[in-house]
């Protein structure tokens, strides 16, 4: 026990010096701070010490300014989170479970690595490129960080010797379960064919060839495990065995193997894993990522995408070929050059990204295998391309020997070519996954002219389709091309929240080019996959209150408009999609400019509210009421941006529609039905929801009393959980808060609980109700509470005090909030 205590002691000691410093970071500043507490609790505890009790950020809750309830549940936090720690302590998972629910609470987060130093004896120039891999799956998860290294054994910009930083971006909830992440950096050499070769002949320079790759299993740090920033990692480097040995098989069969033979070579990095998106962490760990710091991204979209993060990048990945070695005794050292060409034949100039932190560049040249008939380069590059030019561009790949001796260099041209469009025939973009590209081969001159093969089919699965009569049609018109037996794969993936690759969802967002499908389109989008739609979230919003818009003078579409918009929110209210919220929010808050929607939206809901009880409809009524808040957030955005151009006009129309919808909810939960039970336990669900939205335009004190007739409409014995719930939530609205408002609310609540009290239904809710009210009567900022205190008192404290004694004194309640 003594030495239990003095430990923590000295780390008080050590953490209140750090804190006394004022060098730390906000972020950290926060949490030690909160680590101090809980050290202070915990060794309260295990000395027989009173426990204090906290607010969320540590400090001590003052007696005389807190309810006797809040101070109550603060006891109750306090003293299961002490258990937990004690049940921690035994366990030492503190830090490990602290960090998990840390990263837990954040959709995204990103890998921080600071290159310190490569120890390799390479003796030409090289690229040193890290990606991130998963190993079960075979393939780089994120773009590459490229550095550019000198023969000197320096970095070749000498001005970022000591700022080698990168970043990981977009990593989220997917990549904390893979089952294991290696951190991989591959070295290619830059110089001539073979490092060895004293040839007295002038050799080609310039030729990217495999040298090794050095990897490291990140996953305990990417799972949170592992947390030392300051702790250098050194891994070691695996040199290629030959140098035609695939770079790919040699990460694989590092990976399988336990040891390295490095011989003191490798890489020295610093490791930290960072919770949040690349905004947030140059916000909160500015000493670490700066705007010099490179952002690798994930290849793929993060787990949220916020308006405004507008990206259109297809990666590119060269995967395998298959090249006759032709006239030559051995196989071919075959290079691939990439590059965007347009229909015209114009090369698209700094449009390919080879890896962060370097600068953009017009063609791309891949890793030469030597004397390989198959060679497997598994090289993936970015190719970011403006959206006005993705329609008129294809990528060309070229192919060429390559030999070591300069003289013979020169006189090899290129020998074939490929090539693939990056827009379809239908409008959407190249399909993500892998293509067996169709290897063209014809004289160097017009290979080099894009009208050459730009009319042919570009893959193998292309040619199927086209059929080979029409193929050898063209062919002849041609009269230059022939179709090799070479073969040549690639794989792309498509990161753009401007193009997409469904053509239901590519028909709503160009609905104005065909107006006749308008109608077909709008109810395809409920097949469309619901990544595809809240990717590109904003651009579905502004085509459907446009829709509204361009058509205020008709109803054609206003309930398919409605039903696609709750469609969108119920996705948005779904598990996988509930990082999305932010979005939307600020979309209405930002983005949102359809003036006349509210009128619409009413209108349609009101409609559906009055059929809830006919058969077919009842499903729907239940989908509306889940998004009543944002459709109600709309609403009110509408008529707040009305009233900016046209101040009050249309106040009347606007709030006698209101009245009518609210009538029409009350009419609706009235009923004894039993076919609209579950809209009726919706809307006591959601209905709450709307309150500080409609307030902003709608009169407080009439708002509260469609309330009450809302609640009093409910048949007493049914849904009366429902209900006491949805009454709970009103006293968490600004509502409730308001003198005149609670004047009107607080009668219909002692109502309410002295019924449910009296008939011992739903003792828990009614408990919570209850202290609920007293909790904000409590409280300073709300105006005068006496009266509503003496009605609680006359109403409910006879009931409370039999419910009490009918109880018996084990009861949990009784202990909790009767007190």
Same mark, same amino acid.
Not at 114 to 139: F, H, Q, R, T, W
Not at 587 to 593: D, L, M
Not at 699 to 707: A, I, N, Q, T
């Given at each position: 026990?003594?030495?239990?205590?003095?430990?923590?002691?000295?780390?008080?000691?050590?953490?209140?010096?750090?804190?006394?410093?004022?060098?730390?970071?906000?972020?950290?500043?926060?949490?030690?701070?909160?680590?101090?507490?809980?050290?202070?609790?915990?060794?309260?505890?295990?000395?027989?010490?009173?426990?204090?009790?906290?607010?969320?950020?540590?400090?001590?809750?003052? !007696?005389?300014?807190?309810?006797?309830?809040?101070?109550?549940?603060?006891?109750?936090?306090?003293?299961?989170?002490?258990?937990?720690?004690?049940?921690?302590?035994?366990?030492?998972?503190?830090?490990?479970?602290?960090?998990?629910?840390?990263?837990?609470?954040?959709?995204?987060?990103?890998?921080?690595?600071?290159?310190?130093?490569?120890?390799?004896?390479?003796?030409?120039?090289?690229?040193?490129?890290?990606?991130?891999?998963?190993?079960?799956?075979?393939?780089?998860?994120?773009?590459?960080?490229?550095?550019?290294?000198?023969?000197?054994?320096?970095?070749?910009?000498?001005?970022?010797?000591?700022?080698?930083?990168?970043?990981?971006?977009?990593?989220?909830?997917?990549?904390?379960?893979?089952?294991?992440?290696?951190?991989?950096?591959?070295?290619?050499?830059?110089?001539?064919?073979?490092?060895?070769?004293?040839?007295?002949?002038?050799?080609?320079?310039?030729?990217?060839?495999?040298?090794?790759?050095?990897?490291?299993?990140?996953? $305990?740090?990417?799972?949170?495990?592992?947390?030392?920033?300051?702790?250098?990692?050194?891994?070691?480097?695996?040199?290629?065995?030959?140098?035609?040995?695939?770079?790919?098989?040699?990460?694989?069969?590092?990976?399988?193997?336990?040891?390295?033979?490095?011989?003191?070579?490798?890489?020295?990095?610093?490791?930290?894993?960072?919770?949040?998106?690349?905004?947030?962490?140059?916000?909160?760990?500015?000493?670490?990522?700066?705007?010099?710091?490179?952002?690798?991204?994930?290849?793929?979209?993060?787990? +949220?995408?916020?308006?405004?993060?507008?990206?259109?990048?297809?990666?590119?990945?060269?995967?395998?070929?298959?090249? $006759?070695?032709?006239?030559?005794?051995?196989?071919?050292?075959?290079?691939?050059?990439?590059?965007?060409?347009?229909?015209?034949?114009?090369?698209?100039?700094?449009?390919?990204?080879?890896?962060?932190?370097?600068?953009?560049?017009?063609?791309?040249?891949?890793?030469?295998?030597?004397?390989?008939?198959?060679?497997?380069?598994?090289?993936?590059?970015?190719?970011?391309?403006?959206?006005?030019?993705?329609?008129?561009?294809?990528?060309?790949?070229?192919?060429?020997?390559?030999?070591?001796?300069?003289?013979?260099?020169?006189?090899?041209?290129?020998?074939?070519?490929?090539?693939?469009?990056?827009?379809?025939?239908?409008?959407?973009?190249?399909?993500?996954?892998?293509?067996?590209?169709?290897?063209?081969?014809?004289?160097?001159?017009?290979?080099?002219?894009?009208?050459?093969?730009?009319?042919?089919?570009?893959?193998?699965?292309?040619?199927?389709?086209?059929?080979?009569?029409?193929?050898?049609?063209?062919?002849?018109?041609?009269?230059?091309?022939?179709?090799?037996?070479?073969?040549?794969?690639?794989?792309?993936?498509?990161?753009?929240?401007?193009?997409?690759?469904?053509?239901?969802?590519?028909?709503?967002?160009?609905?104005?080019?065909? *107006?006749?499908?308008?109608?077909?389109?709008?109810?395809?989008?409920?097949?469309?996959?619901?990544?595809?739609?809240?990717?590109?979230?904003?651009?579905?919003?502004?085509?459907?209150?446009?829709?509204?818009?361009?058509?205020?003078?008709?109803?054609?579409?206003?309930?398919?408009?409605?039903?696609?918009?709750?469609?969108? +929110?119920?996705?948005?209210?779904?598990?996988?999609?509930?990082?999305?919220?932010?979005?939307?929010?600020?979309?209405?808050?930002?983005?949102?400019?359809?003036?006349?929607?509210?009128?619409?939206?009413?209108?349609?809901?009101?409609?559906?509210?009055?059929?809830?009880?006919? !058969?077919?409809?009842?499903?729907?009524?239940?989908?509306?009421?889940?998004?009543?808040?944002?459709?109600?957030?709309?609403?009110?955005?509408?008529?707040?941006?009305?009233?900016?151009?046209?101040?009050?006009?249309?106040?009347?129309?606007?709030?006698?529609?209101?009245?009518?919808?609210?009538?029409?909810?009350?009419?609706?939960?009235?009923?004894?039905?039993?076919?609209?039970?579950?809209?009726?336990?919706?809307?006591?669900?959601?209905?709450? *929801? +709307?309150?500080?939205?409609?307030?902003?335009?709608?009169?407080?004190?009439?708002?509260?009393?469609?309330?009450?007739?809302?609640?009093?409409?409910?048949?007493?014995?049914?849904?009366?959980?429902?209900?006491?719930?949805?009454?709970?939530?009103?006293?968490?609205?600004?509502?409730?808060?308001?003198?005149?408002?609670?004047?009107?609310?607080?009668?219909?609540?002692?109502?309410?609980?002295?019924?449910?009290?009296?008939?011992?239904?739903?003792?828990?809710?009614?408990?919570?109700?209850?202290?609920?009210?007293?909790?904000?009567?409590?409280?300073?900022?709300?105006?005068?509470?006496?009266?509503?205190?003496?009605?609680?008192?006359?109403?409910?404290?006879?009931?409370?005090?039999?419910?009490? +004694?009918?109880?018996?004194?084990?009861?949990?309640?009784?202990?909790?909030?009767?007190?």
């Amino acid at each position: 026990m003594f030495n239990c205590v003095r430990n923590m002691i000295c780390d008080l000691v050590e953490w209140r010096s750090q804190i006394l410093s004022g060098t730390l970071p906000q972020d950290e500043l926060k949490e030690l701070k909160k680590k101090i507490t809980a050290r202070i609790d915990y060794g309260n505890r295990i000395l027989d010490l009173d426990l204090v009790v906290r607010d969320e950020d540590g400090n001590i809750l003052d !007696p005389e300014q807190t309810s006797t309830i809040s101070l109550f549940r603060a006891h109750e936090i306090a003293s299961k989170q002490v258990e937990e720690r004690i049940q921690e302590e035994k366990s030492q998972k503190q830090n490990d479970i602290n960090r998990q629910a840390k990263f837990a609470a954040t959709p995204s987060f990103a890998l921080f690595v600071n290159l310190k130093n490569v120890v390799c004896k390479i003796g030409e120039d090289a690229e040193v490129l890290m990606s991130l891999y998963d190993p079960s799956e075979c393939k780089f998860i994120s773009e590459n960080y490229l550095v550019r290294w000198s023969s000197s054994g320096l970095p070749k910009d000498i001005e970022r010797l000591h700022n080698l930083r990168a970043v990981f971006t977009d990593l989220g909830s997917k990549d904390l379960n893979r089952e294991k992440i290696s951190f991989v950096c591959q070295i290619v050499r830059v110089g001539r064919m073979e490092l060895r070769d004293n040839s007295t002949r002038k050799l080609t320079s310039g030729l990217r060839r495999p040298f090794g790759v050095a990897v490291m299993d990140v996953t $305990d740090i990417i799972t949170g495990k592992l947390d030392d920033e300051d702790k250098q990692h050194f891994i070691p480097f695996q040199p290629v065995a030959g140098e035609n040995d695939f770079l790919q098989t040699v990460i694989n069969k590092v990976i399988a193997a336990k040891e390295v033979n490095h011989k003191g070579q490798g890489l020295w990095v610093t490791m930290k894993l960072l919770p949040g998106d690349i905004h947030q962490i140059r916000k909160e760990f500015p000493h670490l990522v700066d705007r010099s710091t490179a952002v690798a991204r994930k290849m793929g979209f993060p787990e +949220i995408i916020m308006p405004g993060d507008v990206r259109n990048d297809i990666y590119v990945t060269l995967l395998q070929g298959d090249f $006759d070695r032709g006239n030559k005794t051995t196989a071919k050292n075959v290079e691939v050059t990439v590059s965007v060409f347009d229909e015209d034949g114009k090369r698209l100039e700094n449009v390919i990204y080879p890896g962060a932190g370097d600068e953009a560049i017009s063609e791309y040249k891949s890793v030469i295998y030597y004397q390989v008939k198959q060679p497997r380069w598994f090289e993936t590059v970015k190719v970011a391309i403006p959206i006005e030019d993705v329609n008129r561009s294809h990528l060309r790949f070229t192919f060429r020997h390559r030999s070591s001796q300069e003289s013979k260099d020169k006189s090899e041209k290129i020998f074939a070519v490929a090539f693939v469009k990056l827009m379809r025939y239908d409008g959407t973009t190249l399909r993500d996954g892998e293509h067996d590209l169709i290897v063209y081969k014809a004289e160097a001159k017009k290979l080099e002219d894009a009208s050459t093969y730009l009319g042919l089919p570009a893959t193998k699965i292309e040619l199927e389709e086209k059929g080979h009569a029409s193929l050898g049609k063209s062919m002849q018109n041609l009269g230059c091309c022939t179709i090799s037996k070479d073969s040549f794969q690639i794989s792309t993936l498509v990161c753009s929240t401007k193009l997409t690759q469904n053509v239901d969802l590519l028909g709503l967002l160009k609905w104005r080019s065909n *107006t006749n499908l308008l109608q077909q389109n709008l109810c395809q989008l409920m097949n469309v996959d619901g990544g595809e739609v809240v990717k590109f979230l904003q651009d579905t919003l502004d085509a459907l209150f446009n829709i509204i818009m361009e058509n205020s003078d008709t109803e054609t579409y206003d309930i398919l408009v409605f039903d696609a918009l709750v469609f969108i +929110i119920g996705l948005i209210a779904d598990r996988k999609f509930q990082h999305f919220n932010p979005v939307l929010e600020t979309y209405i808050k930002k983005h949102f400019s359809a003036t006349l929607a509210y009128t619409k939206l009413t209108k349609v809901l009101k409609n559906y509210v009055e059929n809830a009880d006919k !058969p077919g409809i009842t499903e729907q009524v239940f989908k509306v009421m889940k998004a009543l808040e944002y459709i109600f957030k709309f609403i009110v955005r509408s008529r707040i941006l009305f009233i900016q151009l046209y101040e009050n006009k249309g106040e009347t129309e606007f709030m006698e529609s209101l009245r009518h919808l609210f009538k029409s909810i009350n009419e609706m939960t009235s009923s004894q039905t039993d076919q609209t039970v579950i809209v009726k336990g919706a809307a006591l669900k959601y209905l709450p *929801t +709307i309150v500080n939205d409609v307030k902003l335009v709608f009169d407080p004190k009439e708002l509260s009393k469609l309330f009450t007739d809302f609640i009093v409409n409910v048949p007493r014995e049914r849904l009366v959980r429902q209900k006491l719930y949805c009454l709970i939530e009103i006293i968490h609205s600004d509502l409730f808060n308001q003198l005149e408002c609670r004047d009107i609310l607080l009668p219909m609540m002692t109502d309410q609980l002295k019924h449910h009290l009296e008939r011992q239904e739903e003792p828990e809710a009614c408990c919570q109700l209850l202290s609920n009210i007293l909790e904000v009567l409590y409280r300073k900022d709300v105006g005068p509470t006496q009266r509503h205190v003496q009605i609680i008192m006359e109403k409910l404290l006879r009931t409370v005090n039999r419910t009490v +004694i009918s109880m018996g004194r084990d009861s949990e309640l009784i202990v909790s909030d009767f007190s």
